[in-house]
């Protein structure tokens, strides 16, 4: 019976005993896979610090403006019978727009003409009037009395003729205000009106843009002032073209800051005769500030960025180790290194984010 109970108790024994034997026998197996892992190290590729030929440049942002921009507006209120115009249209200065309902202003011109044949009728009988009382005068037929009076109707009359003409030419132009026109020539961009709509003066219907040139506007920083001036030729870059450089020449320097940014409004003047670029496109402007020098340069992809922080790894006998690097303009593909290297450096260009300080690695072409 003793031995029975034994053998009872022996039996789990030894099934934990084989337990732990497989769990610590999987167990020194992944560590060896691990450390070969280590061991192997991350592939990476590699380059070196390289001193490159570069012409100094400040680099701006703007957007682009037409040459000129023409807010459309109604000259007086009432209701759009017709926008004649589409989005992207050219229009060249006093082409209709749009027009409004003129029924009564057309009612205002024809009483404003009538009231001026009414008023010459009334001057001419006036004048006929005084020039008979200035004869019968000198015959001594009528007395002087009778001639200032004729005079005098005859001044009343001409003003009244005046006055009614004043009031026809003005009735004209109001009635001329209900046709809406282009004041510019230039390209239709931002249309709001729509037909119904009723319209105060100065409200907004619509932009004519003259884009045959353009502006790249930017705002230059009070210590840059000094490397910027009027003439000076320009580089524009625009995220629709990234692969185009657009030519162009500083036309205008603001003589007084922006009260709200201290920074100074500067226009670089750009041939867009093909319509290529449009108001509001966000740009890119470099301008060369002086000769070429020579600047020690890494490729874009060595870089890390934490927190504002840029870091390289380098590359000696199969390790990497991290550097703190300062950054500055970038050329092409490549970053400019203002400290923290030195030219022929080597420096990893590939898998930069798995890397870490002290990390064995396998250079790969």
Known sequence: MKGFKLKYWIVPIVIFIGLVAVFRSGALSSGKTQLQTNTAGVNVKVAEAQYIESIPKLMLNGS??????ATISAKLAGRIEEVIVQEGQHVNA???LAKLETVELANSVRTAQDAVTKAKINYDLAVTDYNRYQTLHGQ????????????AKKRIAQADLSSAISNQSSA????????ITAPVDGVVAN???????VVSPGAALMVVEDIDQV??????EQKDLGVVKQGQPAEVIVDTYSDKVFAGTVDMINPEAGSTNRMFRTKVR???????LKGGMFSKVQLATGDAVQILTVPQGAIIQKQGIYYVFTIENDKATRHQVEVGNVT???IEIKSGLQAGDKLAVSNVSQLKDGDVVQIVE
């Open 172 to 179: 004209e132009q109001q009635h001329a205000y209900g046709v």
């Open 270 to 276: 750009i041939d867009n005769t093909d319509g290529a």
């Open 140 to 151: 001594g037929a009528v007395s002087q009395q009778t001639l200032d009076a004729a005079e």
């Open 332 to 334: 092409g593909e490549r």
């Open 191 to 197: 249309v709001t009106a729509t037909v119904g709509q």
């Open 215 to 220: 502006y790249a506007v930017v705002n230059v």
């Open 64 to 69: 682009i403006e037409g040459k000129t921009s």
């Open 94 to 96: 006093g082409d209709a």
